[in-house]
């Protein structure tokens, strides 16, 4: 598991599963989850300073990995 926080599995932990399932069957979903790890792990990055940038740049980042998480979570919900 990673070690940045904000991962998916610790974000919806009732659905470590289903993400799983998910990754493996559906593309769509596969491509969102790569994509929120790709921008948490950017935003990661900026806020312990390995990576620095601006407020507004990391702000924007914030709001796309949001934008993703509430597209996967209705995915997610989808299913229940």
């Known amino acids: 598991m990673s070690h940045t926080p904000h991962d998916l599995a610790q974000e919806f932990p ?3 599963a289903r993400i799983s399932q998910l990754k493996q ?3 769509h979903f596969a491509r969102l989850a ?8 950017q935003v990661h990055r900026a806020e ?3 990576d620095p940038m601006d407020n507004l740049a990391e ?8 934008a993703l998480k509430d597209e ?3 995915m997610l919900n989808a299913g229940t």
């Open 14 to 16: 009732q659905f470590v």
């Open 48 to 50: 312990t300073n390995l």
């Open 25 to 27: 069957t559906d593309a």
């Open 59 to 66: 702000t924007e980042l914030r709001k796309r990995r949001a």
């Open 72 to 74: 996967i979570w209705a």
């Open 34 to 41: 790569e994509s929120y790890a790709e921008v948490n792990s």
